[in-house]
């Protein structure tokens, strides 16, 4: 069974940095590219950054581009997510999810349960 | 950026009835678009992929359509259960981005 558990997730104050992650089992982990998807309280799905198997290719939103790093590793199935410079705009639920298919890296068949981050003074 | 345009984005709808749901693309995205079901406190759901076809284990009630820059989406006789948050997506190119999202509530 596919499962993908965040952590690391909490209170953060405005220009602080937090790092969130998402442990995976139950699939190759090392052959799926992996996205972050983030949503605000009471707002919609934002998509947040993409990383290819291997970390070859890694996009961003513009809106954290520069300020967030999207990494995986692959010995431990493990994918992250540095968030530096936060600002209140950044507090959401953050989800991990899991491509479908081998070299897809556009639709998301599982997902985590989210984890929660505030940026808050 | 491709610009996801959804609507309505909320509607009052019945048990039993056929519900529908627009998504327009900025630009041509060919056939690579999906849509999700979200219920309140948990992750999205995948249900149509490709733009039409069928997650497995998703009930047929549920169906997509189109390709380029217009697609619908489709329930066919709406359940209790099917009461959630509907988003569309794009992935034809990075960042793949989401629609605002469509909000059924029973009438």
Redesign the interface.
């Known amino acids: 069974e596919v499962q993908l558990v965040e952590s690391g997730g909490g209170l953060v104050t405005p220009g602080g940095s937090l790092r969130v992650s998402c442990a995976a089992s139950g699939f190759m982990f090392n052959l799926y590219s992996m996205?972050w998807?983030r949503q605000a309280p009471g707002k919609?799905?934002?998509?947040v950054a993409?990383i290819s198997s291997s970390s070859t290719y890694i996009?961003?939103?513009?809106s954290v581009k520069g300020r967030f790093t999207i990494s995986r590793d692959n010995a431990n199935n493990s994918l992250f997510l540095q968030m530096n410079s936060l600002s209140v705009d950044d507090t959401a639920v953050y989800?991990c999810a899991k491509t479908?298919l081998v070299g897809?890296?556009?639709?998301?068949?599982h997902?985590?349960?989210?984890v929660l981050v505030t940026v808050s003074s | 950026?491709i610009q996801m345009t959804q609507s309505p984005s909320s509607l009052s709808t019945s048990v039993g009835d056929r519900v529908t749901i627009t998504c327009q693309a900025s630009q041509d995205i060919r056939n690579?678009l999906?849509w999700?079901k979200?219920k309140p406190g948990k992750?999205?759901?995948?249900l149509i992929?490709?733009a039409s076809n069928l997650?497995t284990g998703v009930p047929s009630r549920f169906s997509g359509s189109g390709s380029g820059t217009h697609f619908t989406f489709t329930i066919n006789s709406l359940r209790p259960e099917d009461i959630a948050?509907y988003?569309c997506?794009?992935?034809?190119d990075?960042?793949?981005?989401?629609?605002?999202?469509t909000k059924l509530e029973i009438k």
Do not use: I
């Open positions: 996205t998807v919609g799905l934002e998509w993409y996009y961003y939103a513009d989800y479908q897809n890296g556009g639709t998301f068949d997902w985590g349960q989210g | 950026d690579s999906n999700y979200q992750a999205p759901n995948l992929y490709d997650e948050t988003y997506q794009q992935y034809d990075f960042p793949h981005t989401f629609g605002q999202g």
